[in-house]
């Protein structure tokens, strides 16, 4: 079954713990993205990458760290010094094609509430 | 900032055609249309995206005006399962990010 996971779907933390949200793919994407949301409001890119071992900071990076070293995963950690991280986190992946990016398609998100 | 202008909400019944509106007028020659939808609490669900013709998939259609600076995604029949927040999306060809605006939210009544 092809896809993009997440998980988990919801978390938990303490404030000024780190925490690190999974996001995997199987359909041989080359980039991916880490999305935030907060209530009532559109999609925020954090952080992007197009090959493995290599990324890009999005409009909101700060407080927030990624890693890729394997083209499946793109895991995303929220830092303490990331000071309001509560809110919906979504994955995408995409196919780099000539000159360009394709359709991206999203994961199903995870719900990080810190307490 | 998002390029594009929806309207924050819309009902429709159920059966009938929906159709959502979208305003892009400073859209760029090579930059596409794209529409996403999101049901609560779910990752957005690509729908469709045209460049100048119009498109039809098995979701929805995308008609583009020739000036390309509108856009009507019609869902030929809506169902109680359409109900969702649908963004409208001006994408360039090379570019990575996806800049949501906050979309409409269309609530398909029985």
């Known amino acids: 079954d092809g896809g993009i996971t997440q998980s988990p779907k919801y978390l938990f933390r303490k404030e000024g713990q780190n925490v690190t949200l999974s996001c995997e793919q199987n359909l041989n994407h080359d980039a991916m993205y880490w999305y935030r949301q907060d209530p009532g409001q559109g999609l925020r890119l954090i952080y992007y990458s197009q090959i493995v071992n290599d990324f890009q900071k999005g409009d909101i990076a700060e407080g927030y760290s990624v890693s890729r070293e394997k083209k499946e995963s793109f895991p995303l950690t929220v830092t303490s010094a990331q000071k309001n991280p509560t809110a919906f986190y979504l994955c995408a992946s995409t196919h780099r094609i000539a000159g360009g990016v394709d359709t991206q398609y999203f994961g199903p998100g995870t719900r990080l509430t810190v307490l | 900032d998002a390029k594009t202008t929806q309207p924050t909400s819309m009902d429709c019944a159920e059966g009938r055609a929906a159709n959502l509106p979208c305003n892009h007028s400073?859209?760029?020659?090579?930059?596409?249309v794209y529409w996403y939808r999101q049901i609560h609490s779910q990752g957005p669900q690509y729908i469709i995206h045209?460049?100048?013709n119009n498109e039809t998939n098995e979701m929805a259609s995308l008609i583009i005006t020739e000036d390309r600076k509108s856009s009507t995604l019609i869902l030929p029949h809506a169902t109680l399962r359409d109900t969702a927040v649908y963004y409208c999306i001006v994408r360039g060809y090379n570019t990575d990010k996806l800049i949501f605006g906050t979309g409409t939210r269309l609530q398909v009544f029985p």
């Open positions: 045209g460049l100048k």
């Open positions: 400073t859209i760029s020659g090579n930059e596409y």
